[in-house]
T-cell receptor, first 117, second 112 residues
Framework: DAMVIQNPRYQVTQFGKPVTLSCSQT?????MYWYQQKSSQAPKLLFHYYDKDFNNEADTPDNFQSRRPNTSFCFLDIRSPGLGDAAMYLC????????????????FGQGTRLTVV | AQSVTQLGSHVSVSEGALVLLRCNYSSSVPPYLFWYVQYPNQGLQLLLKYTTGATLVKGINGFEAEFKKSETSFHLTKPSAHMSDAAEYFC??????????FGAGTTVTVRA
């Protein structure tokens, strides 16, 4: 089945130690997103790629970076994780065509739960 | 700017009872509206969406939602709750672009 896969499902990292989360998709969607979801809160968009174009949200800390080497893969890099970065990180994809794309459904992976110790 | 307000962070229902989750939106243009469900330690799964056309939208697992422009609402209902409906539910809105704004979520518990 076509899907969005995130690895690992659970990640424990040390305070200040760089960590990378990965996402792959078999849907061949052109847009890939990274969301941060803290406990009992709504998912918060960090950034997204529209094809190869990177789009950062204005309030995303510089500590968060992303790479998309090809259509199928996208990575979230946290350069120096702090205790406040402990959260569920969700990758999502969508197929966007045309200028008006508000009705586009996003497909989510199962998430990576990051713990910072 | 678009935004979503979900009334009630927790809803508890008896098995077999009506499930009603409230969502109100704010949008400067006709919105696109979505309901997603999230089970513990899982990603989000689309339940249903409203784009244009019929205002009563049917989704998966017996859920439906009605878009009411005059009330700026998109409430989610299910006539008869099942134990498997216990989860967190998110209402989301988008306008012309493809970026979703989520509400804070409503946790549903189902009592036997």
């Amino acid at each position: 089945d076509a899907m969005v896969i995130q690895n690992p499902r659970y990640q424990v990292t040390q305070f200040g130690k760089p960590v990378t989360l990965s996402c792959s998709q078999t849907l061949n969607h052109n847009v890939m997103y990274w969301y941060q979801q803290k406990s009992s809160q709504a998912p918060k968009l960090l950034f997204h790629y529209y094809d190869k174009d990177f789009n950062n949200e204005a309030d995303t800390p510089d500590n968060f970076q992303s790479r998309r080497p090809n259509t199928s893969f996208c990575f979230l890099d946290i350069r120096s994780p702090g205790l406040g970065d402990a959260a569920m990180y969700l990758c999502a994809t969508s197929r966007v065509t045309g200028l008006i794309a508000g009705n586009t459904e996003a497909f989510f992976g199962q998430g990576t739960r990051l713990t910072v110790v | 700017a678009q935004s979503v307000t979900q009334l009630g962070s927790h809803v508890s229902v008896s098995e077999g009872a009506l499930v009603l989750l409230r969502c109100n939106y704010s949008s400067s243009v006709p919105p696109y509206l979505f309901w997603y469900v999230q089970y513990p330690n899982q990603g989000l799964q689309l339940l249903l969406k409203y784009t244009t056309g019929a205002t009563l939208v049917k989704g998966i697992n017996g859920f439906e939602a009605e878009f009411k422009k005059s009330e700026t609402s998109f409430h989610l209902t299910k006539p008869s709750a099942h134990m498997s409906d216990a989860a967190e539910y998110f209402c989301a809105v988008s306008e012309w672009n493809y970026k979703l704004s989520f509400g804070a979520g409503t946790t549903v518990t189902v009592r036997a």
